[in-house]
């Protein structure tokens, strides 16, 4: 079965620290890749998605980057954090051919 | 482009009790249209989706959505709440098919709070 691991549960950063969020993904091959992120009292917003390695498809202009070096792994990144990068970021996937997202069990981010 | 728009952040009801949590969308396109639950502190789990089948869906935990595409809404209803249904409720859309597999729209969410 297909499981997806998401690292670290919490996080607490200072303002300008960089940041390296981890997702992996294990029994299925060639998936495609999300990072959604949750601010406080919002929804969900879909930041990058990724349908192969090295692709990666910006949704939204902001101080995140993202990579995915191997088939199942994508990392979110930043260079310098913003007191407006705090959130809950959920990493998640699904196949090329079904609609379904699975997400992993997401990060809560406080920058200070 | 999509959007969804939950009515009511917050919904509280007794134990046993009719559900109703209320989405609207608006989509330029078919809609693939979904809600998902999220329990404290954890990602989100499908409760079901409609993707042009059938217009009343069933999903998990007796929950049910009806798609009304004269109305845009997506309804989530339960007949009789339990307390562990207390939870997020996020409504969702996405064009039908394709690249637009997994870039969902989300609404704002709704708090669920059951009542002894």
């Known amino acids: 079965s297909q499981t997806i691991h998401q690292w670290p549960a919490t996080l607490v950063q200072p303002v300008g620290s960089p940041l390296s969020l981890e997702c992996t993904v294990e029994g299925t091959s060639n998936p495609n890749l999300y990072w959604y992120r949750q601010a406080a009292g919002r929804g969900l917003q879909l930041l990058f998605y990724?349908?192969?390695?090295?692709?990666i498809s910006s949704e939204v202009p902001q101080n995140l980057s993202a990579s995915r070096p191997q088939d199942r792994q994508f990392i979110l990144s930043s260079k310098k954090l913003l007191l407006s990068d705090s959130g809950f970021y959920l990493c998640?996937?699904?196949?090329?051919?079904?609609?379904?997202?699975?997400f992993g069990s997401g990060t809560q981010l406080s920058v200070l | 482009a999509q959007s969804v728009t939950q009515l009511g952040s917050h919904v509280s009801v007794s134990e046993g009790a009719l559900v109703l949590l209320r989405c609207n969308y608006s989509s330029s396109v078919p809609p693939y249209l979904f809600w998902y639950v999220q329990y404290p502190n954890q990602g989100l789990q499908l409760l079901l989706k409609y993707t042009s089948a059938a217009t009343l869906v069933k999903g998990i935990n007796g929950f049910e959505a009806e798609f009304k595409k004269s109305e845009t809404s997506f309804h989530l209803t339960k007949p009789s709440a339990h307390m562990s249904d207390a939870a997020e409720y996020f409504c969702?859309?996405?064009?039908?098919?394709?690249?637009?597999?997994?870039?969902?729209?989300f609404g704002q969410g709704t708090i669920l709070t059951v009542h002894p």
């Open positions: 998640a996937w699904s196949s090329k051919t079904n609609e379904k997202l699975f």
């Open positions: 990724s349908v192969g390695i090295g692709q």
């Open positions: 969702a859309v996405s064009a039908a098919g394709g690249t637009s597999y997994g870039k969902l729209t």
